[in-house]
């Protein structure tokens, strides 16, 4: 049996202990101690990292009562030093005790419970018994819970038996006949929980929702407290800057340019749209004047494929069988609306793969893009030129 030192005291950084056990489990290099300040994995928050000696600590984890740190090397000492990254247990802090924060308010507005709780290193989120969540109601809850952060609100934590926490406030009934650690934040969050948190709210900082998404038939709530929210702020505050300098504008009027530069552009686009329909009937109409037999094949050196398709649609207007690709972007579009009597469809089903290409399509009408422009080439050669000869 491991003692959790980090639940006497959560700032502990570093603390002596002794070797119970050194060696191999599972493939991986661990040591088992007497007690530990080192938090494993559960309750949606991650592993502590950092050092026993000179041994790097990468993993730690519970099996029973006893508790195992993965590491680099074994420990040649019975009495080994451990020490635990403490930014990093810090931001776990600071995260965890946000979350609280955050599913008490949305309970308390909502009478929403939380799902599931996700705490990495990209992002941390809260998956809410919500099907949909407003701007409104994300303004509201975000008020109330900093407004619970500058109360720097005490933050308790205690055992009780199961017959105890139904005396409790708790905002989820618990189960089983052992006995249930409490985390208490005054009046504002009664939960219980595994993890490690903050003393005093205060020391969260601040609370953000950076977004929301609908997840499995829930709301997944993504937010950053602390250390986390200020970098997000200063990379976003770097940003704005930078677009403000560059747009000669005061950060107030970024949105107004935005939307002014966004309508500029979709009638820039309107007109490029238009000079390229006009493009494509002219040369529509210089193929078939070119045209043999009521085939036409052109492989363009840079077309998109949107060009391609504009093209095709002037001629599909004609009996013709169509062939047109672009060498630049390794696609390839075949029509038939002529008296050919060729699935074309089939034929890309059937061999496509040989040449590098993924595509399909129907009797009349299929698409390809293909890894290499050679192979592009030899698929026409090979496969769709014969059909028409």
């Known amino acids: 049996m491991t003692k959790k030192l980090f639940y006497d005291d959560v700032y502990l950084k570093e603390a002596e202990a002794t070797v119970l056990f050194s060696g191999q489990k599972n493939g991986k290099n661990v040591v088992l101690l007497d007690e530990t300040i080192f938090y494993p994995e559960g309750g949606g928050q991650p592993y502590d990292i950092g050092t026993i000696d000179d041994c790097i600590v990468t993993e730690v984890f519970e099996e029973g009562e006893d508790i195992y740190h993965v590491v680099d090397k074994i420990p040649q000492n019975e009495k080994v030093l451990c020490k635990i990254d403490f930014k990093r247990r810090f931001d776990h802090m600071q995260q965890h005790s946000g979350e609280h924060l955050l599913a008490a308010a949305f309970n308390k507005f909502y009478n929403t419970l939380s799902q599931g709780f996700h705490m990495g290193e990209e992002y941390v989120s809260l998956d809410l018994s919500l099907e949909s969540i407003s701007d409104e109601q994300i303004r509201k809850v975000e008020l109330e819970v900093n407004k619970n952060i500058y109360s720097n609100l005490e933050v308790s934590v205690f055992f009780v038996t199961p017959e105890e926490s139904e005396k409790l406030p708790l905002r989820k009934r618990v189960t089983g006949k052992e006995n249930v650690r409490i985390v208490k934040m005054e009046d504002a969050d009664c939960c219980a929980c595994c ?135 390794k696609k390839l579009l075949v029509m038939n609306t002529s008296a050919y ?49």
């Open 195 to 329: 993890g490690t948190h903050v003393k005093y709210t205060g020391e969260i900082g601040i609370i953000k929702i950076t977004k929301t998404e609908r997840y499995k038939g829930m709301t997944r709530v993504y937010f950053k407290c602390g250390s986390r929210a200020l970098e997000e702020y200063s990379s976003d505050h770097s940003i704005i800057t930078e677009v403000s300098r560059t747009l000669s504008i005061k950060e107030t009027e970024i949105m107004n340019k935005v939307n002014q530069q966004v309508e500029e552009i979709k009638n820039l686009n309107k007109i490029i749209s238009e000079y390229k329909k006009k493009e494509a009937i002219g040369e529509a109409e210089r193929l078939f004047s070119n045209s043999e037999n009521n085939v036409i094949c052109m492989i363009y050196e840079n077309k998109s494929f949107d060009e391609l398709e504009n093209i095709c649609e002037e001629l599909s207007k004609k009996e013709l069988f169509i062939i047109l690709a672009s060498k630049m972007y």
């Open 341 to 389: 009597d060729i699935n074309i469809g089939s034929i890309f089903k059937g061999s496509i793969k040989d040449f590098g290409g993924k595509g399909g399509g129907n009797p009349k009408r299929a698409q390809a893009v293909f890894e290499d422009e050679s192979k592009l080439q030899d698929f026409i050669e090979e496969k769709i030129k014969p059909c028409i000869k």
